[in-house]
């Protein structure tokens, strides 16, 4: 089983103020401190833009780039979204990385509110969702879809809409699947030949089915602590490592705990005991 960090997981996040934004170096020292041995790259701009910048401060401290999770406007037809996803190709073919983890942006700051697509948006996400895996694919880079709430891919229907219609992998994050109303095993038994990449994520269930009513948004959701340490919530994740193994899996499981923290942690405190846990839970299932 591989399994790599992500930012997220000691509260870096793209959205503007999302809480405390802890160094890479702290954080990267952090994943090499439990053992990992890989990670992705987190939100644009948190490393450095600049490609080989990036490289030399994540093999600094030895740890395998895994790839990056993009956010592009995929639904409008005025807007292209291939330039900047050959400018992301650029900064991987110096900085390393195999997968381009796309989110549906809404065009919108934040996660909390999202448009309704019509059919004409439809069509387009669905071409430019097979327009970006060819391009990444003439690069050796594998696009995969990740499903987020407040995107424009959001709700089981709207994933199961984008499998069918596209030829985009899946970044199985069973977190956001699951505030998007997907049993996650039965959505991996439909679809574990689609599944590229997994963002391993539990889940409080009392807090997220509060998601889909309205009655909190997400970032209320997160505050709250409806993501919890792998092992801790609701997430079957004995049962998503087995069907994949079935179904010959092979990449990256990804540690992700949505939070957001307040100030700076104590040193050798403060996220990576989380992190440490789901670590040491995700190991066990191997």
């Known amino acids: 089983m591989k399994i790599a960090g992500a930012p997220i997981s000691w509260g870096v996040c793209e959205v503007p103020g999302w809480g405390y934004q802890m160094s890479p170096d702290r954080v990267l020292k952090e994943m090499k401190e439990i053992g990992l041995t890989a990670t992705e790259f987190g939100p644009q701009g948190w490393l450095p833009i600049e490609a080989q910048e990036r490289a030399q401060a994540v093999a600094k401290y030895g740890l395998e780039p895994v790839g990056s999770f993009f956010l592009a406007v995929m639904h409008d037809p005025n807007i292209d979204p291939i330039p900047a996803v050959e400018k992301e190709l650029e900064a991987f073919a110096a900085a390393g990385g195999s997968y381009l983890i796309l989110a549906a942006d809404s065009g919108r700051e934040g996660y909390d509110a999202r448009p309704v697509l019509d059919e004409t948006g439809w069509h387009t996400l669905f071409t430019n969702l097979d327009r970006i895996t060819a391009v990444c694919a003439e690069n050796g880079v594998t696009a995969c ?47 574990a030949h689609r599944v590229d990449i997994v963002h391993a994520k539990d889940i409080h269930k009392d807090l997220t089915d509060k998601l889909l009513p309205g009655e909190i948004v997400w970032g209320e959701g997160v505050k709250a602590g409806m993501f919890a340490p792998i092992g801790e919530g609701d997430i079957d994740f004995k049962a998503i490592v087995t069907l994949l193994n079935e179904a010959g899996f092979d990449g990256y499981y990804v540690l992700e705990q949505d939070i957001m923290i307040n100030e700076e942690p104590p040193a050798g405190g403060g996220p990576i005991d989380n992190a440490r846990k789901s670590f040491e839970a995700l190991k066990a299932l191997a």
């Open 145 to 191: 879809v990740h499903p987020h709430w407040g995107t424009m891919i959001q709700n089981l229907d709207e994933v199961e809409r984008v499998l069918d219609n596209s030829n985009v992998g899946l970044c199985l994050d069973t977190g956001h699947l699951a505030c998007g109303g997907a049993d996650v095993v039965a959505l991996v038994k439909k679809y």
